[in-house]
């Protein structure tokens, strides 16, 4: 459960206690130890720019891997911008809530009584699992003043969704090439519906954390849109920077041919900025935009192709789901099949809207076998687990991780012929990081043998 602080550090916008700061400014803490025996950590960031002995907005950052100090580092940009404190906790990452509910709460009390936070100004983001457990936090807590999410929207359990009524700003930052793509998009919609106040960052990528650009103008527009309608504090030389950003991406969306990008960019400027600029061309170059041939050609094509991407992705988890009950040779012929058709109908086109849509099916297949194959492992069920190991080799022959996974089931089940047989694999592809594999638990009993020895000795590393 979560529990929001009362009092403590949590100061409301007219205090302003001394900063007595452990942080120094412009530093990145990596490792800061709290709790009652220390056991925990979180990463830290104070802007130098942080106003002095006032109270600060701070943002809390939620890696899936708890990489509390790479996320920070990847937000270190947007603090000196906004002036903020940056927290990145090195214990939460995916998982069961309840255990991150508990660590949230423990940072959350260690955070707000230990630093000046302006209570009204508390955000929140992560990436991927680290993005739903954000917005599930200021879903349950009703008291964070925006959310962004990177590379994942909402969890779909009870309770975790948004509301109507829900008072958060949020923001949605996504690669058109991430798997969760759609996703984003329809969170979009349904906040839209909810009048919740969102905004959504495209960018050209996968599924990672995105880069400082996209993430800046993201916390430009959160911070306009709070000043707006919840008075947060905002220098005009801030508003004068964010708006340059925003225009500028709206014409490198335009310019690259992602021309609905281009043109939620411009609503999005319009809405926020007209009451403080003169901006009488925006109106003109969306109409441009939307009244042209390719602009119309685009949203069909791109509507098109929304349906075939959640139909192959349907199919896929569908037969995976399939071999999980039944395991028969026919149910592999029907994935290897199937994966044969779609590889053969994308594969020779070009055209970016195809490729993207291909790679977010890929990446769909890719994350599904392995978070169903890691909760199976959770409960000891490595036969099951296997299954969709030998999916992974069949859809991505050429990926040394795959034949790892595959090597890692086969270990649990003491199949030591296939052990070795999968991991000379992954070494024929390029794999040769003998110290990452002797770290897996699963490799124990194998290592020292002949066998092992003459596998290994490289660089490349092995996946999370």
Same mark, same amino acid.
Not at 92 to 115: C, H
Not at 190 to 214: C, M, Q, S, Y
Not at 267 to 289: F, M, V
Not at 400 to 422: G, K, S, T
């Given at each position: ?34 709790? %009652? ?6 990463? &830290?960031?104070? &802007?130098?720019? &942080?106003?002095?002995?006032?109270? *600060?907005?701070?943002?809390? /950052? ?52 230990? +630093?000046?936070? @302006? ?5 929140? #983001? ?7 457990? &954000? ?13 962004? =999410?990177? =590379? !994942? ?6 309770? +975790?969704?948004? %509301? ?9 930052? /996504? ?9 984003? $998009? ?41 000043? #707006? ?29 992602? *021309?609905? @990008? ?50 192959? #992705? ?34 020779? @086109?070009?055209?970016?809207?195809? !490729? ?23 409960? $000891?069920?490595? @036969? ?6 030998? *999916?992974? #080799? ?24 296939? /052990? ?45």
């Amino acid at each position: 459960m979560l529990i929001w602080p009362s009092g403590g550090g949590v100061a409301n916008a007219q205090e302003t206690p001394d900063t007595g700061l452990s942080v120094p400014p412009g530093q990145l803490a990596e490792k800061i130890p709290y709790g %009652p025996d220390q056991s925990e950590s979180y990463a &830290a960031y104070l &802007a130098e720019s &942080a106003a002095p002995n006032q109270l *600060l907005p701070v943002l809390f /950052v939620f890696d899936p891997a708890a990489r509390g100090a790479l996320a920070v580092e990847t937000f270190g940009e947007i603090a000196e911008v906004h002036g903020m404190l940056l927290v990145g906790s090195n214990e939460a990452r995916n998982g069961p809530y309840e255990r991150n509910f508990d660590i949230v709460n423990r940072l959350f009390s260690e955070i707000f009584n230990k +630093y000046p936070i @302006d209570g009204e100004r508390v955000f929140l #983001t992560g990436f991927s699992g680290g993005s739903r457990l &954000a917005a599930s936090v200021a879903i349950l807590t009703g008291q964070i003043a925006g959310v962004i =999410g990177c =590379g !994942a929207a909402f969890d779909s359990t009870a309770g +975790y969704i948004p %509301p109507p009524g829900a008072d958060f700003l949020y923001a949605g930052v /996504v690669g058109y090439q991430d798997m969760n793509f759609l996703e984003m $998009g329809y969170a979009e919609e349904w906040l839209d519906r909810l009048a919740i106040t969102n905004k959504r960052v495209t960018f050209e990528g996968g599924h990672r954390w995105p880069d400082p650009g996209e993430l800046l103008r993201a916390m430009d527009w959160m911070m306009l849109a709070g000043h #707006t309608q919840k008075g947060f504090p905002l220098e005009k030389p801030r508003i004068d920077a964010g708006l340059k950003r925003a225009l500028e991406a709206a014409q490198a969306y335009k310019r690259a041919g992602r *021309l609905v @990008d281009a043109i939620r960019e411009y609503r999005d400027i319009q809405e926020l900025y007209a009451n403080l600029y003169a901006l009488d061309s925006i109106p003109g170059a969306i109409d441009e935009i939307r009244d042209s041939d390719t602009y119309r050609e685009l949203v069909n094509r791109m509507e098109g192709l929304a349906g075939e991407e959640e139909a192959w #992705t349907t199919r896929f988890r569908g037969l995976a789901e399939a071999i999980l009950q039944r395991g028969s040779d026919r149910e592999y012929g029907k994935w290897e099949a199937a994966w044969g058709r779609f590889r053969k109908k994308y594969d020779a @086109d070009t055209a970016p809207l195809i !490729a993207d849509m291909q790679k977010r099916v890929e990446g769909f297949v890719f994350a599904f076998c392995i978070e169903r194959a890691n909760a199976l492992r959770t409960d $000891g069920n490595y @036969d099951e687990s296997l299954k969709l190991s030998r *999916l992974l #080799t069949i859809a991505f022959p050429d990926r040394p991780y795959a034949w790892i996974r595959a090597a890692e089931d086969h270990a649990r089940l003491e199949n030591e012929q296939e /052990v070795f047989h999968a991991l000379g694999k992954a070494v024929s592809l390029g794999f040769s990081d003998r110290a990452a594999l002797e770290a897996r638990a699963a490799f124990a009993p194998y290592i020292g043998r002949d066998a092992w020895h003459s596998l290994f000795g490289g660089v490349a590393d092995v996946p999370d």
